[in-house]
């Protein structure tokens, strides 16, 4: 499906932004767009007596993509798992390098653990993102234990995340596909311009110290770019202390779960069941002792 798409570096990024390189899928016609002080934008669907909120960051290699990209996805977890999905529409680079994403989540997840249960019905929470999304979803895991003493999100559900900034081997040898090795060093180029800050820990989690983190499920398939990033990471994530499940999806590409594949009801199935037990677990938030906006 994708052999023949224009690359991302082909054109400016503006021009492939507007050219629907990640053609947006139809939006939910029960999504809400709102802003929370600061003016950073939410996109929630809800769920009619939500039994959680789940805080979704997209994909898109951190240039490309949007909150409402992925409303589908979005609709399938708030209908089977019964949850609030809320996107976050953080900055994107170039024109907004690290940190700006990575502040962005954070401050989304933030206002959740303050306000999710007066706003949204629910202080139950889960995380999880794809590709890009992935990746963020790890750094705001660890800023809210590190810098708000909270550890209460129950579940992380991790999908084909590029987790080494510096580039695994899959990512290295990867000559074919949506992703190459060329187009994914101009990516992780954009939004960390500084080649000396490749393997921060927050741009590059995989060299992070993830300890007191959630559940977590990495989905994963063996023809992705990226397939070393979760292999090394659901290493990491146990060796950690934490619990962790990888599903490895034989034959199948980066997104595929967003594709016809034939693999991807499976994927996705297993996904929605991951989420589930987590809502299952009984486990309880963690106070971090911060009140207000």
Known sequence: MMRHAPGIW???????RSA???PQAPPSPRAIDRKIPGGLALHIIPAQTPRGIYLHLHGGGFVLGCASGQDPLLER???????????VEYRLAPEHPYPAAWDDCESAAM?????AKGELGSDTLLIGGESAGALLAI???IRLRDRHGFNGFRGANL?????DSAMTPSQRTARSGINNASDIARCTAAYCPDPWQLRNPEVSPLYADLHGLPNALFTVGTLDAFLDDSMFMYCRWLSAGNAAEIALWPGAGHA???????????ANARIDAFLDGCLRS???????GCRGQ
């Open 139 to 141: 750094p705001t895991l």
């Open 20 to 22: 629907g390189l990640m």
């Open 10 to 16: 082909n054109a400016a990024v503006a021009s492939v």
């Open 111 to 115: 206002w959740l653990v303050r306000h």
């Open 256 to 266: 595929f779960t967003e594709t016809p594949h034939p693999l991807a009801a499976a």
């Open 159 to 163: 999908a084909f995340g590029p987790y």
């Open 77 to 87: 977890i708030c209908q089977q798992v019964g949850v609030t999905c809320v996107s």
């Open 282 to 288: 009984g486990h309880s938030p963690t106070e971090c």
